[in-house]
């Protein structure tokens, strides 16, 4: 009982299809990400590990195989771009 007690397991494919309407702000976003990746895929790569995988500036230089100072010039052009 302790643990769930024999409540119904589900898997997390299940559980995000079984969530309420997801919010338009993310639908948009994910509109917008897609369409940053059609024009330039590098970008929507940096936005991708720096906010949604947590990564530093530093860590997705290393990922990437870039300078930091590209990193961020990326990132910005990326976040004007997706505004």
Do not use: M, N
């Not at 948009?28 to 990400?33: E, F, G, I, S, V």
């Not at 369409?35 to 995988?53: G, T």
């Amino acid at each position: 009982g302790k643990r769930g007690g024999g409540g119904a397991k589900l898997a997390l494919d299940e559980v995000i299809c079984f969530a309420p309407q997801k919010s338009a702000e993310v639908l948009a976003l994910d509109d917008a990400l897609t369409a940053l990746a059609k024009f330039d895929e590098r970008k929507a790569r940096i936005i991708e590990l720096r906010f949604f995988a947590g990564l530093s500036v530093e860590e997705t230089a290393r990922a990437l195989d870039l300078s930091v100072a590209t990193i961020g010039r990326e990132q910005r052009l990326a976040e004007a771009w997706l505004r």
